[in-house]
């Protein structure tokens, strides 16, 4: 029988709860913030955000499902607009002025970041007001069990298999190593389905972020790499420049309000909710 009284087991059990008590404490205290960027402008849909959803304009709509989330120690929106800045504010939201014009989102939120005293940074899209709380869920765990810090930011991907999601150019598609890091992203189709005889699976990227707030600003302080310009997307920079970024799978189809057909949709899923 083990006694606790002993020197040598006490000082191991105190060192046990030393490193317990440490990674319980990194876990407690870090500070998770959502980001909503909100562009007024929009070349599909303009004005989308401002569009009635259910008596709501759709960038509270989606304000207030990300603070009913509960997952953020913080949510706040960003934007460029006047229009939107008042009416966040008009319903009590947070909310800050990008002082840039920007060319991505990533950009607009490490703005609004920089300066804010935080650890982890949720980028939730402003035209999605119907949060998928179980995916961020899980973005927000990679950092929890990420000790070494070596992961630097996580995103979402989801299984396509219709061959013309898979061929579309607006789906990003992504790949991944066997633990899940992407390799890249690209509007092409990847893997090539070269040999008919093996399976290929297809995955679209979500463009959904959980970021280190560092991984975010070195981005921001980054200018756009060539085959991101290429491309198109944002988040191949952040693979030029050695980057790791978790994939994390989701079966959820979120609804993006892009164009009116999608608002209809998604009037139509808020009248059945």
């Known amino acids: 029988m083990l006694n606790f009284c002993q020197p040598d087991i006490y000082k191991l059990l105190l060192s046990v709860y030393k490193y317990v008590s440490l990674i319980h404490s990194f876990i407690s205290f870090m500070k998770i913030i959502a980001m909503i960027p ?7 849909f303009p004005g989308k955000l401002m569009k009635d959803l259910g008596g709501k304009p759709v960038i509270v709509r989606t304000y207030e499902a990300a603070l009913q989330a509960n997952l953020f120690d ?20 947070k909310v800050l002025m990008s002082k840039k014009e920007h060319e991505c ?11 804010l005293d935080v650890d982890i940074v949720v980028n939730v899209q402003g035209d999605e007001p119907f949060i998928d709380t179980v995916s961020l ?27 013309k999601d898979i061929k579309n150019p607006n789906n990003v598609k ?58 198109k997307i944002e988040c191949i920079r952040y693979l030029e420049v050695g980057k790791k970024i978790k994939m994390i799978e989701t079966s959820v189809e979120s609804i993006g309000i892009d164009t009116p057909e999608d608002l209809e949709k998604a009037i139509k899923q808020l009248t059945n909710e």
């Not at 562009?39 to 599909?44: D, E, G, P, Q």
């Not at 913080?74 to 939201?93: K, L, M, P, Q, R």
């Not at 389905?193 to 679209?204: F, G, L």
């Open 174 to 231: 992504v790949i991944t190593d066997a633990n899940d890091f992407a390799i890249y992203f690209s509007r092409s189709v990847i893997p090539y389905h070269r040999d008919q005889e093996v399976n290929a699976t297809y995955y679209k990227h979500k463009g959904v972020y959980a970021f280190r707030k560092n991984a975010l600003i070195d981005f921001y302080h980054t200018p756009m790499t060539p085959i991101e310009a290429a491309e």
């Open 137 to 163: 869920s899980k973005l927000i765990d990679v950092f929890k069990g990420d000790d070494k810090k070596e992961i630097d930011l996580a995103s979402l991907k989801v299984k396509i298999t219709n061959a």
């Open 74 to 93: 913080e949510v706040y929106v960003v934007t460029d607009s006047d229009v939107i800045f008042n009416t966040i504010e008009a319903v009590g939201g």
């Open 38 to 44: 909100a562009r007024y402008s929009a070349s599909r």
């Open 105 to 115: 989102g990533s950009d607009r939120i490490a703005e609004a970041v920089e300066n």
